[in-house]
T-cell receptor, first 109, second 110 residues
Framework: AQRVTQPEKLLSVFKGAPVELKCNYS??????LFWYVQYSRQRLQLLLR??SRESIKGFTADLNKGETSFHLKKPFAQEEDSAMYYCALDTGTASKLTFGTGTRLQVTL | DVKVTQSSRYLVKRTGEKVFLECVQD?????MFWYRQDPGLGLRLIYFSYDVKMKEKGDIPEGYSVSREKKERFSLILESASTNQTSMYLC?????????FGQGTRLTVV
């Protein structure tokens, strides 16, 4: 069965420091990976998907099939990046998304 | 431009009550989902639907049922609410590129 693992519940960094939110997945087929973000008092929304290969709000994520990872990175954290981040896996079964447990990113001055 | 709307932000219900959570989307999506969100557990899929009157169990369907009579509406039903169903419930609909979420319903069962 598919699984998404986010090992850190909380990641605290200083403003301007690099950020890396870890995500590992288990799935034997060809996955689609996503990062979703939930800012305080807002609804969950898509941040980026690996197929689009784009940078959103300075964040990037590379799918590494050998390591089954899809880590989210940003070179310089900003206060407004503080939020809950979820990694998600789509195995193509009726477009069902499997989510990880989430990592809370806290950016402090 | 709200796309997925859940009928209630907050609900308080008594143990044993039958509870209905409603979700409506205006994007003509075929696929709709109900998740519950709990701290430390992330989002767990309860049920999903890929067409009108079609439904499939997710990872934690026990104690829940769903109804999809119209394409735009997906309802989650707690047949007999229990305290361990106190949680945040999220509805979503999606196309091939993105899932859109509702604002969530925080349900408290007392």
């Amino acid at each position: 069965a598919q699984r998404v693992t986010q090992p850190e519940k909380l990641l605290s960094v200083f403003k301007g420091a690099p950020v890396e939110l870890k995500c590992n997945y288990s799935y034997s087929g060809s996955p689609e990976l996503f990062w979703y973000v939930q800012y305080s008092r807002q609804r969950l929304q898509l941040l980026l998907r690996h197929i689009s290969r784009e940078s959103i709000k300075g964040f990037t994520a590379d799918l590494n099939k050998g390591e089954t990872s899809f880590h989210l990175k940003k070179p310089f954290a900003q206060e407004e990046d503080s939020a809950m981040y979820y990694c998600a896996l789509d195995t193509g079964t009726a477009s069902k998304l499997t989510f990880g447990t989430g990592t809370r990113l806290q950016v402090t001055l | 431009d709200v796309k997925v709307t859940q009928s209630s932000r907050y609900l308080v219900k008594r143990t044993g009550e039958k509870v209905f959570l409603e979700c409506v989307q205006d994007m003509d999506h075929e696929n709709m989902f109900w998740y519950r969100q709990d701290p430390g557990l992330g989002l767990r899929l309860i049920y999903f639907s890929y067409d009108v009157k079609m439904k499939e169990k997710g990872d934690i369907p026990e104690g829940y049922s769903v109804s999809r009579e119209k394409k735009e509406r997906f309802s989650l039903i707690l047949e007999s609410a229990s305290t361990n169903q106190t949680s945040m419930y999220l509805c979503a609909s999606r196309d091939r590129t993105e899932a859109f979420f509702g604002q969530g319903t925080r349900l408290t069962v007392v």
